[in-house]
């Protein structure tokens, strides 16, 4: 379809939804938001997609706003569940070396019988980057929570938000 403007095609929305998996009985977006948000993926405009549905450009930016808060959520809901259920789980006090945080996991990892497939440089990158501003160079500056699930995901939170 064309929105009679510039020639963009708008690609066959159900065929998106069903070759993703789409299932809006057990997902957290409405159809209309994955609609819009498997368009956008797509690069369609906002505006073409406006003209599509027959709404407002504005519409569509806060159906997209909408959908992207809740799978955000719903990502925070697995980290929190994941890092629950972690048969690894060790905090990191503010102050620590970041240098020092590959071995505890490690150690961790040894006791629970688990398995985590990374380096060191990649365990201390993990951290620092799921981390954010918590550490600076080598310095851990807010209190840390590092999991590591059964299947060996490295889970890395702070305390009381994740990150």
């Known amino acids: 379809m064309s929105d009679g403007r510039d020639d963009e095609t708008v690609p066959d929305v159900d065929e998106l939804l069903d070759r993703a998996g789409f299932d809006p009985e057990?997902?957290?977006?409405?159809?209309?938001?994955?609609?819009?948000?498997?368009?956008?993926?797509?690069?369609?405009?906002?505006?073409t997609i406006a003209d599509f549905l027959g709404t407002s450009r504005a519409n569509v930016s806060s159906i997209e706003s909408s959908a992207r808060r809740n799978v955000e959520k719903a990502r925070e809901t697995v980290t929190f569940v994941d890092a629950l259920t972690a048969p690894v789980r060790i905090e990191v006090a503010a102050g620590s070396d970041l240098y020092d945080v590959p071995k505890r996991v490690y150690d961790a990892?040894?006791?629970?019988?688990?398995?985590?497939?990374?380096?060191?440089?990649?365990?201390m990158k993990i951290v620092s980057d799921a981390a954010g501003d918590a550490v600076e160079g080598r310095e851990v500056k807010e209190t840390l929570f590092v999991g590591v699930t059964s299947d060996g995901r490295v889970r890395v939170r702070k305390h009381a938000e994740t990150v």
Do not use: I, Y
């Open 26 to 47: 057990a997902s957290v977006l409405t159809r209309r938001q994955a609609e819009v948000l498997a368009l956008r993926e797509q690069g369609v405009r906002q505006s």
């Open 109 to 123: 990892c040894d006791d629970a019988g688990v398995k985590v497939n990374h380096t060191a440089p990649d365990l």
